[in-house]
């Protein structure tokens, strides 16, 4: 779909060659992509909560460069990025807070997104290694594991899925260390049409900006 499947680039090219071969299919269909709008719905899974939290949500992409994500309906959270700092924006309280995309707390939206320096083949194949593989009935699964200390200690492992007739990921799964799990569904997105720079951009004095 966009850049984010560029994730299996972490694979080492020899060693898994054959297993990852019908993903790495998929993911050259969709690397000249310019742009993504994609419904997506949000499963939450937190250690202290009986229930599941399921949210629906929205993205705007320019792979690469920009991405307006918007979870709830009605609103509750949005992020932006627009190549300088993440903007977090809760939609409730009227708060703003503005991020490194290195910063744990938004690190695993980048890395779902392909965003940022680990989104080049060298990148991520320094980042994450792979666990597992499995195809049927037209889609392929693969789990990872991250390689650096530092992601270690946040993220425990990932999970991609992908349609490989239609050749979009269908779901992407988090398992953090704190014992939270997120499973991202996207819906069939719509590719390469016009997104408007507005949708980047933050109207910043309607938010109280957090120091």
């Known amino acids: 779909m966009f850049r984010l499947f560029l994730f299996i680039s972490l694979l080492p090219i020899g060693l898994f060659a054959d297993v990852t071969a019908p993903l790495e299919e998929a993911l050259k269909k969709q690397s000249n992509h310019e742009s993504?709008?994609?419904v997506f719905r949000q499963i939450k899974e937190v250690p202290a909560l009986t229930d599941k939290i399921k949210t629906m949500g929205k993205l705007w992409l320019i792979p690469g460069k920009a991405f307006r994500w918007e979870l709830g309906d009605p609103r509750k959270q949005t992020i932006i990025y627009n190549g300088g700092d993440v903007l977090v924006l809760d939609e409730v309280?009227?708060?703003?807070?503005?991020?490194?995309?290195?910063?744990k707390t938004v690190k695993p939206l980048f890395l779902t997104l392909g965003m940022g320096?680990?989104?080049?083949f060298e990148g991520l194949s320094e980042m994450f290694t792979i666990t597992s593989t499995?195809?049927?009935?037209g889609r392929y699964v693969a789990t990872f594991a991250p390689k650096p200390?530092?992601?270690?200690?946040?993220?425990k492992s990932l999970l991609m899925q992908v349609n490989l007739e239609t050749s979009f990921m269908e779901?992407?799964?988090?398992?953090?260390?704190?014992?939270?799990?997120?499973?991202t569904e996207f819906s069939k997105p719509t590719l390469n049409g016009r997104i408007p720079a507005a949708i980047f951009i933050v109207k910043e004095d309607s938010y109280t900006w957090k120091k």
């Not at 499995?134 to 009935?137: C, D, I, V, Y």
């Not at 200390?149 to 993220?155: D, G, Q, S």
């Not at 779901?171 to 499973?183: A, F, L, P």
């Open 36 to 38: 993504v709008v994609v």
């Open 93 to 103: 309280k009227k708060t703003g807070e503005r991020l490194s995309k290195d910063h």
């Open 117 to 120: 320096k680990e989104a080049s």
């Open 134 to 137: 499995n195809q049927a009935k």
């Open 149 to 155: 200390r530092a992601l270690k200690k946040v993220i």
């Open 171 to 183: 779901r992407i799964g988090w398992v953090q260390r704190d014992g939270s799990e997120t499973m």
